[in-house]
C-alpha cells in the first residue's frame, strides 16, 4: 500500500458537473482529490480487505439475532422500546437488505481493523461505485496509469444485480427514492442509487422526506398523493424514530430500503458486542460498553463514540487521561461506546480510513477517504485507488 502522486484529469470538474457530482468540492475546499493515489497490491486486497469484509459482515448478521432474543441488548443499542417488534418482525422475515459499509484503519502491513460498521445509510457509493472507476479508465487511456491497473471495485455491477433479485417479490411496486433536503450529497447519493435501480428495471418515483404526510386511510403519500408502499431512504432508523410520524411506522405496511432489522447494524453498540462474541479477533478492536470501559489500557489509547454517532461527529479520543482529538456535533444523549484507540496511518501528511463496501451479503469493493485529523468526518477527502502487482 503505497501513496503515489499524480497529474488531475485537466477538465474532472467540467466533467463531474456533467454527471451530477455536484458536491465534488464542498465549502471552499476539495471533497474529491486526484492529486495523489493508493495503489494495492492484489494479495492486499483479497487477503487483507475482502475476505475479513466477508467474515465480518457474517458475524454482523450472527449477532442480530442474539440483539433480538434480548430485551436488555435492545436497551443498549438505545433503541425505543415502541419499536422492538417492528425490528423483530423485520428480521424474522428477513426483509430485503441493499448494501453496507466496513470502516478499516489498515496500513498494507498489519491486520485491518474494524472502527465502524455503517450498514443503514452509508454515503460515497457514487464516488466508490462510479465516479473512481471512470478515473481508473480515463487515466489508463491517457497513459498516465499502467495499462493493467485495476482496482477492487464490482460495486456498482452488484447493485443492480440486488435491485434485479430485490424486484423478484415486487413486480407490481413503485421504489419510492427519498432524502432529506438542502443535502447536495445525499441527493447525488440517492439520483446515483436510483439510476442502478432504474437499470433493474424497477420503476421509481423521487420524494424529499420533509414531503412525506400520511392521509385519511393511515398512508405514507408523496405531494402527488401517491402511496409509499416501498421506499429507500437516505435517513437514518434513529431519526425515523424521533420523527413526528414515528409512532405510525409500526401500523405502516411500507417496505423500507434498508429494513428495519439494519437499524442494529449501523449503531455502535454492535462494536462492543462483536468484541464479546469473537474476543482477540484478528480484525476486531478492544471495545465495551461504558460499564467496562475500565477493560480498556488508558495508555494504548481509548476512543469515546455516541452510539448513533455518524460521520466522525461527536468522537473524543484520549491517551494516558489526555485529549489528543475531538469532533464536534450532535451526538452524545444515547449513550456511549469505548474502544481501543488505533491510529490510522499516515501518509504524506494525511490519515487514511479505507470504507468497504457490501452489496447484499458479498464484498463489492473499496473507497479511500483522507484527513489531516485523526477523526474522519463529512468534509474528509475521497481519495482513489488502484491494484497493481
Not at 476539495?30 to 487477503?47: M, R, V
Not at 462483536?274 to 495508555?299: I, R, T
Request: hydrophobic content about 40%; glycine content about 4%.
Amino acid at each position: 500500500m503505497i501513496r503515489i502522486p499524480i497529474q488531475p484529469r485537466s477538465d474532472w470538474q467540467a466533467q463531474a458537473n456533467a454527471l451530477g457530482f455536484k458536491f465534488h468540492t464542498m465549502h471552499g475546499a476539495p471533497y474529491w482529490d486526484e492529486s495523489a493515489y493508493y495503489q494495492f497490491t492484489l494479495s492486499q486486497i483479497e487477503q487483507d480487505i475482502e475476505q475479513p469484509t466477508q467474515e465480518l459482515h457474517d458475524m454482523l448478521l450472527h449477532l442480530i439475532n442474539k440483539v433480538c432474543n434480548d430485551d436488555e441488548l435492545m436497551r443498549r443499542f438505545a433503541v425505543p422500546q415502541a419499536y422492538w417488534n417492528m425490528i423483530r418482525r423485520s428480521w424474522l422475515r428477513r426483509d430485503p437488505h441493499l448494501y453496507g459499509r466496513f470502516d478499516f484503519c489498515y496500513d498494507g502491513v498489519s491486520p485491518a481493523k474494524l472502527l465502524e460498521a455503517n450498514y443503514d445509510t452509508p454515503t460515497s457509493l457514487f464516488e466508490s461505485a462510479y465516479w473512481q472507476w471512470m478515473w481508473l479508465e480515463q487515466q489508463v487511456n491517457t497513459g498516465k496509469l499502467p495499462t493493467h491497473s485495476d482496482q477492487f471495485n464490482s460495486i456498482q455491477e452488484q447493485l443492480i444485480a440486488r435491485f434485479l433479485h430485490i424486484h423478484k417479490f415486487n413486480r407490481t411496486r413503485t421504489l419510492h427514492f427519498s432524502c432529506c433536503k438542502n443535502t447536495e450529497e445525499d441527493k447525488g447519493t440517492v439520483d446515483y442509487i436510483r439510476s442502478c435501480a432504474l437499470e433493474a428495471g424497477i420503476r421509481s418515483r423521487f420524494t424529499f422526506i420533509e414531503d412525506i404526510g400520511i392521509n385519511t386511510d393511515n398512508q405514507f403519500m408523496d405531494l402527488e398523493d401517491n402511496p409509499i408502499e416501498w421506499c429507500f431512504k437516505l435517513y437514518p432508523w434513529e431519526f425515523m424514530f424521533d420523527d413526528e410520524y414515528g409512532q405510525s411506522l409500526n401500523q405502516m405496511s411500507v417496505q423500507w430500503l434498508e429494513p428495519p432489522w439494519k437499524s442494529l447494524l449501523s449503531n455502535k453498540a454492535i462494536l462492543p458486542l462483536l468484541w464479546q462474541h469473537f474476543p482477540n479477533h484478528p480484525n476486531l478492536l478492544p471495545a465495551y460498553f461504558s460499564d467496562q470501559k475500565h477493560m480498556l489500557d488508558k495508555n494504548i489509547g481509548v476512543v469515546k463514540k455516541p452510539i448513533f454517532s455518524r460521520e466522525g461527529a461527536n468522537i473524543e479520543i484520549m491517551k494516558a487521561d489526555k485529549l489528543i482529538a475531538k469532533s464536534s456535533g450532535g451526538y452524545g444523549d444515547e449513550g456511549y461506546i469505548y474502544q481501543a484507540f488505533k491510529p490510522l496511518p499516515k501518509f504524506a501528511n494525511e490519515h487514511i480510513v479505507i470504507g468497504s463496501w457490501v452489496i447484499g451479503d458479498q464484498p463489492a469493493g473499496i473507497g479511500l477517504r483522507a484527513d489531516p485529523s485523526l477523526i474522519t468526518q463529512d468534509l474528509s477527502r475521497f481519495v482513489p485507488h488502484i491494484i497493481l502487482n
